[in-house]
C-alpha cells in the first residue's frame, strides 16, 4: 500500500516526543525501585560515576509500539511477529537489567533460548531471507527452506546482540542505531518498500530521543532491554526491506549500514577465541574501550565512530544507486 509522505514524518515526531516526554518520569521511578545501574570501582566497563536509571527501554518500546500500529498501513501476522520477538526481547532484557542492579549475571542461556525464540518468531510470521537474484541470468535463486531458516536467525540473533554489546558508552548505542536507522529508511524508501520504511523511521524518532538524554554526561540508560529490543528492529528491517528480491552486490547494503558494530564484534568475538576467552563473556574489548585506552575522550571516542558508521553508511546508498 501506499503510505502519503507526510505519515513518515508524523510517525517520526510521534515517535520522538512520546520518548522525550516518558523517560524523565521513568527515570524518577527508576530511583524509587533501585532499579539503577550503580557504578562499580572494580569494573572496567562501568566508565559512569553516578547511579542512572535504567528505564528508558520502556519508553523506547511504547514509543515504538504507538507510533508504528498507528501510522502503518500493513497489519499482518508479520506485525504480530515483530511486536511479539520484540516483547519478549525487553521482558527478558528487563530481567538481565534487574540482575545487574543487583550486582549478578543472568546466565546466557535464558538470554540466549528467548533470543532465538524471538527469531523463530520472527521467521515463522513470514520475514525471511529467501535468497537473491543471480546476477548472470537474472533469476531470482530461492534458497532451501531449511538454509532460509538457519540465515534469518543468525542474523536476527547477530545484529539484535552486536547493538548490545556496542552500548557501553553515553551517546553511542543510541547514535550509531539512528544513523544505521537513517540509511535503511533511505534504502527502503529508494525500493518501495513502506513497511521498512515506517519500521525505520519510527526507530530514528525513539533512538533520537533517547539520546537527548543519554549523550555524555547520560542522564539515562536503556539496558539490554532497549538494546536489544532496537538490534532486534534493525535487523528485521533490514530483512523485510534490504535483503528482499537483493542483488549479490545489494547484499552487503545492511551490513554496511550496520558496519561499525557487525565488524567491531567480529573482531572482538575472533580475538576472545585466539585468547582462549568464551565469546560470552562481557569484556573491554570493543572498539570503544580500545579508543580510550588509545588517550581519547569519551566524546571525541563517540565523535569518531559516529564518522565511521556515516562513511559506511554513505558506502551502502553508492552500493543502492549502482
Known amino acids: 500500500m501506499v503510505v502519503i509522505p507526510i505519515f513518515y514524518a508524523l510517525a517520526f515526531i510521534l515517535s520522538f516526543v512520546i520518548v522525550y516526554v516518558l523517560i524523565p518520569p521513568l527515570g524518577k521511578m527508576a530511583f524509587r525501585i533501585d532499579f539503577v545501574d550503580k557504578p562499580r570501582p572494580d569494573a572496567e566497563r562501568k566508565i559512569h560515576r553516578q ?18 500500529l498507528l501510522f502503518t498501513t500493513e497489519y499482518s501476522m508479520e506485525t504480530i511477529g515483530i511486536l511479539s520477538g520484540g516483547f519478549l526481547l ?19 542461556l535464558p538470554k540466549l533460548i528467548v533470543q532465538v525464540a524471538a527469531a523463530v518468531i520472527v521467521f515463522s510470521s513470514g520475514i525471511a531471507f ?45 547514535g550509531l542505531s539512528a544513523i544505521s536507522g537513517i540509511t535503511l529508511f533511505i534504502v527502503a524508501i529508494s525500493m518501495g518498500q ?28 536503556m539496558g539490554d532491554a532497549g ?14 526491506g534490504a535483503f528482499k528480491q537483493a542483488t549479490v552486490l545489494s547484499l552487503f547494503i545492511p551490513i554496511l549500514a550496520l558496519g ?23 569484556d573491554a574489548s570493543q572498539a570503544h574501550y580500545r579508543l580510550l585506552r588509545a588517550g581519547l575522550t569519551q566524546r571525541q571516542t563517540v565523535m569518531v565512530l559516529y ?16
Open 260 to 282: 561499525v558494530p557487525i565488524f567491531d564484534n567480529i573482531y572482538v568475538v575472533v580475538k576472545r577465541l585466539m585468547d582462549h576467552k568464551p565469546i560470552y563473556i562481557a
Open 130 to 174: 529467501t535468497g537473491f537474484v543471480n546476477p548472470f541470468t537474472h533469476e531470482y535463486v530461492m534458497l532451501p527452506v531449511w538454509l532460509q531458516f538457519i540465515l534469518t536467525i543468525c542474523w536476527i540473533f547477530g545484529v539484535t546482540t552486536v547493538i548490545n554489546f556496542t552500548d557501553g558508552m553515553d551517546g553511542l548505542a543510541g
Open 194 to 221: 513502506t513497511n521498512s520504511a515506517m519500521l525505520a523511521i519510527v526507530l530514528v524518532g525513539v533512538t533520537l530521543a533517547y539520546l537527548r538524554y543519554n549523550k555524555a554526561p547520560a542522564q539515562v540508560f
Open 90 to 108: 525487553l521482558v527478558i532484557g528487563t530481567v538481565d537489567d534487574w540482575f545487574k542492579t543487583k550486582g549478578k549475571e543472568l546466565p546466557a
Open 227 to 240: 538494546a536489544t529490543f532496537i538490534g532486534f528492529i534493525l535487523a528485521v528491517i533490514a530483512l523485510d
Open 307 to 322: 564518522l565511521i558508521s556515516t562513511c559506511l553508511c554513505l558506502s551502502s546508498i553508492i552500493l543502492l544507486l549502482l
Open 51 to 68: 547511579p542512572i536509571p535504567l528505564t528508558a527501554s520502556y519508553a523506547i518500546f511504547i514509543g515504538f509500539l504507538v507510533s508504528y
